[in-house]
């Protein structure tokens, strides 16, 4: 077969940390070779050596047959190839058009007339219709994605790289990616495609490239491949994959929520009318499309929200518009895990110590803060969580994502709260913490603690949620029992489309 | 008629701010905020003098004072650029090494006149036609080359800006530089170019200030104009047109206090000497308030390093 | 080919050698500066020293230096802890002269103990209200608080200047615009023949250290300096905490307008402050927003300032070398920093290499 790429013992190191381990690759042409592996298994970073954000420490880069260096992006470009990052690479205050062009050699003026006529043809020949003169943030999460494909194409590239494309997409919008990608590859190009997910790494792809731990474990070509064997490759050892979700029979109601009103910095509504509630011993998956409200949601009942109407009950007493202190002067224990971890939960730049001191030290008595206590829960949670970090003294910001995560996580659920929000908890972790993460949740749901759990991975939230509440642009398109619905029926109740069935009280 | 004498004059003692803005935005917009500008205006305004006082040629003090700017804005570049350090603190910085630099050269020059014959380059020259339109005419077009030199650049900046590929290219930095490294541009060598090119038009203020606004040499000529132009930057929302105005209008703050007195204004000059500082605040304190969107480059402040996360 | 990654933390001994040596190129590119100028930089430096500290006469300018300049850098560290860039340490000593001298002035009959505890606390209320201005703004509506207390920097000069030339000139100068000196009463005691500042110096520094390290109040500072999401969340009241900092920081300005002029100018001038107010964000950010650093950075930035005018004198250097000298040794610190966070690896040139056209 006819390689364009090779890469040949790739090693990347991030200080100690080898996020690439010898790892050799190769893509022929016209196909769709996936990358298989966990969170940090160094799928992205070997990615981002061919487009030329990261320099490799040892390795070669062999090109049609031909040695090279990828210095920048700008050589990767120029090299054809074009990654579609996972976080995308995009200023959402410009143009469609703005986005597609900057960068690109051309002359000195910038002709929009013309250029957004080229940009149209580009777009329906691949079937992604983008209009090149809306402004990025009025575009969906899915759309930003077809501007990104977009984007590499009028670029010129030949092989793309999609890096984790799915993540945030509904199972339809999924389907769509597929179709654009099989369009792609009849046309000739040559796909990348990351994930850490079985099911579609055996649908698109050609062939398999598994990754662990930042080492090579196996290419395999798609053939009658069992996924078992896949995850037990991806994983290091036999796991039992299975989520239990525990009967409890809590009958009180813990939470209440009733016309819940959230409104943006600018007055337009991120919220409009949120009514549900949450028993003791129950946990409640939400799910939606990126940005539907749920980080509003989150944010209203643990007191960060400043403009809010409608009222949060929690145990009967309303909370709503309550700052966390008035929360906490109420002697309402509850917890949150924001998706922002080092922007809300944590401390970037300070210690464990003073990280698990955070949301200790206002019930400390006296004036002076007790660090003593604090670094003891802080040893305590290193233990229970195998938290790898150097000391109780290390800056949270030089923990990897997963670490900073169970200390995030571990610090919540130690306070013993009679609710817990999170949001995302799993996001980072590989397989093993993350069952970790649901044991735990699990453990404080039999306690009767309610748990509201904002989820993206819709596998893990019908296994582990009692009843799921679909958010739709700030509107609750339902809320169900996930037993009587598919993960299809959840995409369809993402984009706002109600259901007919499975709908619970 | 002295109404018009007043705007005609506001024009004039508005041009070294003008200058002074429309280089910070320049520089601003490739996510590096500058608040060196003070240190700026005093490079370009020793640099201009200096070399015009040794060569006796107005070219070559112009080009004394860009080169004074853009040496300026290496050092600053190469710390926030290359070597990533706090801009807030090296713009500080900036200012104390340009405070230092221009008295210490300038104890050469304290209190001489420039050559005449550099002062006549800089006398009015009105512009044919346009200087004949009512009103208009005697307000923008009867000055000197310099001011017209300010329009053209605030004209050429906006084109630059928002019509040119590379002004779509910078803008993208601002506001995202991880996006315009990945979309293939160079981030550092844009910035690099841009901070260059904005401190020497900040610095082409200082030097209209001490080559033509008061052609004798004093200590401390730019007295906290570079500030202002920092605080204008805001005003005009990063865009040189609004630039413009907005120069103007703090340039005849700047002289309205000296203007009243003349009319035994019954305030003192002292406290209307304020009001440019207190303008400007109140400027400030509204455009928080009513800021519909933050025009401010998303990415301003902050250092950029490809492999970031 | 050259090649930068992030480190790890760089144990604190070589964080603060690193900084040492910047220092030390800092003066090192002075002295080539200086040789150009046909000095013995080895003599300048070392009357620098000797000028500073020579005499008892010299030691005494060079502790009134080294007192408002670290007194202020506390005010001003903790309003930089919080990341709320206060530059306005220059208007509130300023507005803090003000008041005291409004004490001096008009209840010049008082007893002496009273009538400096009057100005001193007189002084800390108007600077701390002077710094509440813009932290007031900021909280309500987030103004960028660099500009403003810039600009209020500038107001205050404009209002000193007005009262020199207006209702507060001296009607015995003979129509020279000058404020009236102090009485003996209005003037701070000496201690070892140095004004008594020095102590309270002592004590400001220790309680800082302690507010800033020990308490819930300092915590609640740093958090917020950090994120003001994450302090929201973890229950503090943000706007609260700001307010009362800030009002503490221009507090410690005004507390020096007030001991400038009655412990060392005995009137009222815009030149009381000498550009501390400036000098001192130096201060701070050299201390790395720490504390027990604040003095030893003091005494060195005083040891310049001092030392700068004595060479004047000794050299015909004019003074705004001084200046140079601050500015060299910033950017030199500001640029060690990278040397902190970043290494940078050689990279041998592979043979093979081929960059696309």
């Given at each position: 077969m006819n390689k364009v790429i090779e890469l040949k013992g790739i090693v990347k190191k991030f200080g100690t940390v080898y996020a690439n381990d010898q790892i050799s690759f190769d893509l022929s042409v016209g196909e769709v070779h996936a990358l298989l592996g966990e969170n940090g298994a160094g799928k992205s970073s070997l990615m981002n050596v061919l487009a030329g954000v990261y320099q490799p420490d040892d390795g070669e880069i062999i090109m049609n047959g031909e040695r090279v260096t990828i210095p920048s992006p700008r050589h990767s470009i120029d090299m054809g190839i074009g990654m579609i990052h996972q976080h995308f690479k995009l200023v959402e205050s410009h143009t469609v058009l703005e986005n597609m062009?900057?960068?690109?050699?051309?002359?000195?003026?910038?002709?929009?007339?013309?250029?957004?006529?080229?940009?149209?043809?580009?777009?329906?020949?691949?079937?992604?219709?983008?209009?090149p003169f809306s402004e990025l943030n009025m575009l969906s999460v899915a759309e930003k994605q077809r501007v990104e494909i977009l984007k590499v194409l009028y670029r010129g590239a030949k092989i793309l790289i999609l890096d984790e494309p799915t993540a945030v997409l509904t199972p339809q919008e999924t389907a769509r990616l597929f179709d654009i990608i099989n369009s792609l590859k009849s046309d000739g190009h040559s796909i990348i495609f990351i994930s850490h997910?079985?099911?579609?790494?055996?649908?698109?792809?050609?062939?398999?490239?598994?990754?662990?731990?930042?080492?090579?474990?196996?290419?395999?070509?798609?053939?009658?491949?069992?996924?078992?064997?896949?995850?037990?490759?991806?994983?290091?050892?036999?796991?039992?994959?299975k989520i239990e979700r525990t009967k409890t029979d809590y009958q009180d109601i813990l939470l209440e929520v009733n016309n819940l009103f959230v409104f943006r910095p600018d007055n337009s509504q991120a919220l409009k009318g949120l009514t549900f509630k949450l028993k003791q011993g129950e946990i409640l998956g939400v799910a939606g499309v990126a940005g539907s409200g749920q980080k509003e949601l989150c944010e209203a009942i643990a007191g960060l929200q400043d403009k809010i109407t409608g009222e949060i009950l929690f145990k009967s007493e309303n909370i709503c518009g309550k700052s966390p202190r008035d929360i906490i002067n109420l002697g309402i224990s509850m917890s949150f895990v924001p998706e922002d971890r080092l922007g809300m939960g944590l401390v970037a730049g300070m210690d464990l110590v003073d990280n698990v001191l955070l949301k200790a030290y206002l019930k400390q008595p006296g004036i002076f803060v007790n660090r003593q206590e604090a670094q003891k829960e802080a040893l305590n949670l290193i233990e229970k969580l195998n938290i790898d970090t150097p000391s109780v003294h290390t800056k949270v910001s030089k923990l990897s994502g997963g670490n900073i995560q169970k200390v995030l996580l571990g610090r919540e659920i130690e306070l013993q709260p009679e609710l817990i929000i999170t949001a995302y908890p799993a996001r980072g972790l590989d397989i093993g913490s993350a069952h970790k993460i649901y044991d735990l949740l699990n453990e404080q749901k039999i306690k009767g603690n309610g748990i509201i759990f904002i989820g993206e991975d819709l596998d893990v939230l019908l296994k582990i949620a009692d009843k799921i509440m679909v958010l739709c642009d700030g509107e609750v398109t339902g809320i169900v029992d996930p037993d009587l619905v598919t993960r299809e029926d959840l995409g369809y109740m993402m984009a706002g489309k109600k259901l007919e069935r499975g709908e619970v009280g | 008629m002295s109404v018009l004498i007043f705007l005609k004059a506001a024009i004039h003692a508005g041009t070294p701010l003008l200058f002074a803005t429309l280089g910070e935005v320049l520089t601003e917009k490739s996510g590096n905020l500058n608040l060196g500008v003070e240190g700026l205006m005093l490079l370009g305004a020793i640099g201009g003098f200096s070399a015009g006082m040794i060569t006796q040629s107005t070219v070559v003090a112009i080009l004394a004072a860009l080169l004074a700017g853009a040496l300026g804005g290496l050092i600053y570049a190469f710390l926030t650029v290359t070597l990533r350090a706090n801009q807030v603190v090296t713009g500080l910085s900036l200012t104390i090494f340009g405070t230092g630099v221009a008295g210490f050269v300038g104890k050469l020059f304290m209190g001489r006149n420039l050559p005449e014959n550099i002062k006549a380059v800089f006398g009015a020259r009105p512009l044919p036609i346009l200087s004949r339109i009512p009103v208009l005419g005697t307000i923008f077009f009867q000055h000197n080359v310099f001011i017209y030199g300010g329009y053209l650049i605030a004209i050429a900046l906006g084109i630059y800006l928002y019509k040119s590929k590379p002004g779509l290219n910078l803008r993208t930095i601002g506001e995202n530089p991880h996006a315009a490294d990945a979309s293939g541009i160079n981030v550092n060598r844009y910035k690099y170019l841009h901070i260059l090119a904005g401190s020497a038009i900040s610095a082409l203020g200082g030097a209209y200030l001490s080559l033509v606004y008061v052609p004798v040499w004093q200590e401390n000529v730019t007295a906290g104009r570079g500030w202002i132009a920092v605080a204008l930057v805001i005003f005009s929302m990063w865009n040189p047109y609004k630039a413009i105005a907005g120069a103007y209008l703090f340039g005849g703050l700047d002289i309205i206090g000296f203007r009243l007195q003349q009319i035994n204004f019954p305030l003192s000059q002292y406290i209307i000497d304020m009001f440019p500082y207190i303008i400007t605040i109140v400027v400030l304190v509204f455009s928080s308030i009513y800021k519909k969107r933050d025009h401010s480059p998303s990415a301003l402040g902050v250092s950029f390093f490809r492999e970031d996360r | 080919m050259i090649r930068i990654s992030k480190r790890l933390e760089l144990p604190p001994y070589l964080q603060w050698l690193i900084r040492a040596s910047s220092i030390i190129f800092a003066l090192i590119i002075m002295s080539v500066f200086l040789l150009a100028l046909g000095h013995n930089p080895i003599k300048v430096y070392s009357a620098m020293v000797t000028g500073s500290f020579g005499t008892f006469f010299r030691f005494r300018k060079t502790i009134e230096l080294m007192i408002p300049l670290s007194i202020t850098a506390l005010g001003i560290l903790v309003a930089f802890k919080m990341k709320f860039w206060n530059i306005g340490a220059e208007g509130q000593i300023l507005m803090g002269a003000f008041a005291a001298t409004f004490f001096a002035l008009k209840f010049a009959y008082l007893p002496r103990p009273l009538l400096l505890i009057l100005m001193a606390i007189g002084g800390s209320l108007i600077g701390g209200l002077w710094a509440l201005i813009p932290a007031f703004f900021k909280v309500k509506y987030a103004t960028n608080e660099t500009l403003f207390t810039l600009m209020l920097n500038y107001i205050a000069i404009k209002w000193i200047i007005y009262l020199q030339y207006g209702p507060w000139k001296d009607p015995q100068q003979a129509g020279f615009p000058k404020i009236p000196d102090f009485s003996v009463n209005a003037t701070l005691p000496t201690l070892g023949g140095i004004h008594v500042g020095w102590l309270i110096l002592i004590a400001l520094v220790i309680i800082a250290h302690i507010v800033m390290n020990k308490t819930k109040f300092g915590f609640e500072i740093a958090v917020i300096g950090e994120s003001k999401n994450t302090a929201k969340y973890a229950g503090m009241s943000v706007n609260k905490v700001i307010l009362s900092t800030l009002f503490i920081s221009g507090a410690l300005g005004g507390l020096v307008g007030m001991m400038q002029t009655s412990g060392v100018h005995g009137t009222l001038s815009t030149s009381i402050t000498g550009g501390i107010g400036y000098t001192a964000i130096i201060v701070t950010w050299l201390a790395h927003v720490k504390v027990h650093l604040i003095p030893v950075i003091g005494l060195l930035f005083a040891v310049l300032i001092q030392g700068a005018f004595f060479i004047q004198t000794a050299f015909q250097i004019p003074h705004s070398v001084a200046d140079i000298l601050q500015g060299m040794i910033l950017f030199s610190a500001l640029g060690s920093e990278f040397f902190i966070n970043y290494r940078l690896h050689l990279v041998k040139n592979r043979r093979a290499k081929r960059v696309v056209k």
């Open positions: 062009i900057a960068g690109v050699k051309s002359r000195l003026f910038i002709n929009y007339k013309k250029l957004g006529k080229e940009l149209t043809e580009l777009s329906q020949r691949y079937g992604l219709q983008i209009n997910k079985l099911d579609e790494v055996i649908e698109i792809s050609d062939r398999i490239t598994v990754l662990r731990k930042g080492k090579h474990i196996d290419t395999l070509k798609n053939e009658h491949l069992s996924p078992r064997s896949l995850t037990n490759k991806m994983v290091g050892k036999a796991v039992e994959l | - | -």
